[in-house]
């Protein structure tokens, strides 16, 4: 009964009960499926995995061949889903944030033309979107061998998109060492500036030193190990273009589509956050005279950015669970290669059971670090 009386000790304790039921729960369900898959001769194995994928991808950040593996396929549509994500995640912010504060300005035409993209875009389903946008590209642009040509160095299909690659060389290690250090240099300096700036009203440079230090550094180092930066140019050859990087009409079609999808959706919280800023910090600022861009920049924004950041988490795990809508135009996300894998190896729920525990990581990562900022950025209260 003292033990109970303890309102801690009785957290702990019930607590402690309800992961014991959950953790048997799971035990139950996953011994009931290995006992019915057994009865039908199916027994659970990830022994698949090493096995030959024997299929190829339209696009892949590393080294890859029919004659691969299935877990090095997988490995490449995990790939392939970070770099779209971050890719979708990084448009969608600056256009919610730029038409997120247009929408929330005083000009007339500038608020229409926002509520106009936020309504048509919220309410049109963005497989709809992404297969008008994917046939307007197959069929407007240009054939490979009529490719747009951009400063004799950048080309526009209807197949790819080709760029420049900058060749690498072993000195270059070195030189994104002394960036990564420059960073953190500038991270503590950044730092430093502030406190000096709240114990004593001075505002020492920041912008123009850091940038200095960060070109003095990169041209020191390579100036020290030889360094000599060198690009690739696509050349078309055949029927394709050799050399160079590439982007698929499929993966630009993607990243457009849910960019301006989720930045719709991006806008209005982003105007939500600054209508909750008061009116009266607003008019105090300018009364200080402060231009509008300032006011925006050093009021309105680090305030209304404490209202954005919670659901702003939510639109980015929407985003990155909705690039699996991958499938329907035929670029190898994570979700494209598993459901291959899953019709030449008849292992749905292995292969299902990645796929999930993959999503479910990527979407912890990504609360994780949004939760962190938002800890960052809040209020401190005494």
């Not at 090493?50 to 004659?67: C, H, K, P, R, T």
């Not at 041209?219 to 020290?224: G, N, P, Q, T, W």
């Not at 292992?347 to 990527?362: N, Q």
Request: overall charge positive; aromatic content about 12%; glycine content about 8%.
């Amino acid at each position: 009964m003292n033990l109970l009386a303890n309102k801690e000790k009785r957290s702990f304790i019930i607590q402690l009960i309800l992961a014991a039921i959950l953790f048997s729960a799971a035990y139950l369900i996953v011994q009931n499926i290995r006992d019915n898959l057994a009865d039908v001769g199916i027994r659970l194995s990830f022994g698949f995995l090493s096995g030959e994928a024997g299929f190829d991808v339209n696009e892949s950040l590393i080294s890859y061949s029919a004659s691969d593996s299935y877990a090095r396929v997988l490995l490449v549509g995990f790939l392939n889903t970070l770099e779209l994500s971050f890719v979708c995640i990084l448009g969608s912010t600056i256009i919610g944030v730029v038409m997120g504060i247009v929408r929330a300005g005083s000009n007339w035409l500038g608020t229409r033309l926002a509520l106009a993209y936020v309504e048509v875009l919220r309410n049109l389903p963005k497989l709809l979107i992404l297969l008008a946008v994917f046939i307007v590209m197959i069929n407007r642009l240009p054939t490979v061998r009529h490719a747009w040509n951009f400063f004799n160095g950048i080309f526009i299909s209807n197949r790819a998109f080709y760029y420049p690659k900058l060749i690498w060389h072993d000195g270059m290690v070195f030189v994104l060492a002394g960036i990564l250090v420059w960073f953190i240099a500038a991270v503590l300096w950044g730092r430093y500036v502030k406190r000096i700036q709240d114990l004593t009203g001075k505002q020492l440079p920041t912008k123009w030193p850091v940038l200095g230090v960060l070109f003095l550094t990169v041209l020191l180092i390579s100036v020290l190990f030889h360094v000599s930066y060198q690009f690739s140019l696509p050349v078309f050859k055949g029927f394709d273009f050799t050399g160079g990087s590439r982007l698929s009409v499929q993966f630009v079609a993607l990243a457009f589509t849910l960019s301006i999808y989720h930045g719709g959706q991006i806008t209005e919280l982003v105007r939500g956050g600054i209508q909750s800023v008061q009116k009266g910090q607003i008019e105090a600022a300018a009364s200080l005279g402060l231009k509008p861009s300032q006011v925006t920049r050093f009021v309105v924004l680090p305030q209304a950015l404490r209202m954005i950041i919670p659901p702003m988490g939510n639109q980015y795990l929407n985003l990155i669970k909705n690039t699996s809508i991958a499938l329907a135009i035929g670029y190898s996300d994570l979700v494209s290669v598993m459901s291959t894998s899953i019709n030449q190896t008849f292992r749905p729920i292995e292969l299902m059971s990645i796929t999930m525990m993959t999503y479910l990581a990527i979407s912890l990562l990504v609360t994780a670090l949004l939760n962190w900022f938002n800890y960052r950025t809040k209020i401190v209260t005494n």
